[in-house]
Nanobody
Framework: QVQLVESGGGLAQPGGSLRLSCAAS????????MGWYRRTPGKQRELVAI???????SYADSVKGRFTISRDNAKNTVNLQMNSLKPEDTAVYYC????????????WGQGTQVTVSS
């Protein structure tokens, strides 16, 4: 059974940093895109960043220059380094991956809370 397990998150002050990590486990044939989404109360889920299997990242305009996504294909992990955090970054962050196990399906982590507040 494939699952995504997230770690990291928590409380940070404005201007601070946090790092999120996500590991995929199970019988996995391959993983294509991996990424992070976030959701705040009353808003739709928002794509934060996504990275291809080749390592090409894409970011939401709201996080460009502050967040960095990376992945380790050998370990089936994806990370999100969040710097210069703002109160508006407060949300539940979800890891996402397109996993072939053996057929393709979308998988989600359980979500981790990020709170930016002084």
């Amino acid at each position: 059974q494939v699952q995504l397990v997230e770690s990291g998150g928590g409380l940070a002050q404005p201007g601070g940093s946090l790092r999120l990590s996500c590991a995929a486990s199970g019988v996995i044939v391959r993983i294509t895109n991996m990424g992070w989404y976030r959701r705040t109360p009353g808003k739709q889920r928002e794509l934060v960043a996504i990275i291809t299997v080749g390592g090409s990242p894409s970011y939401a305009d709201s996080v460009k220059g502050r967040f960095t996504i990376s992945r380790d294909n050998a370990k089936n992990t994806v990370n999100l380094q969040m710097n210069s955090l703002k109160p508006e970054d407060t949300a539940v962050y979800y890891c996402y991956a397109e996993i072939w196990a053996p057929r393709r399906d979308d998988y989600w982590g359980q979500g981790t809370q990020v709170t930016v507040s002084s």
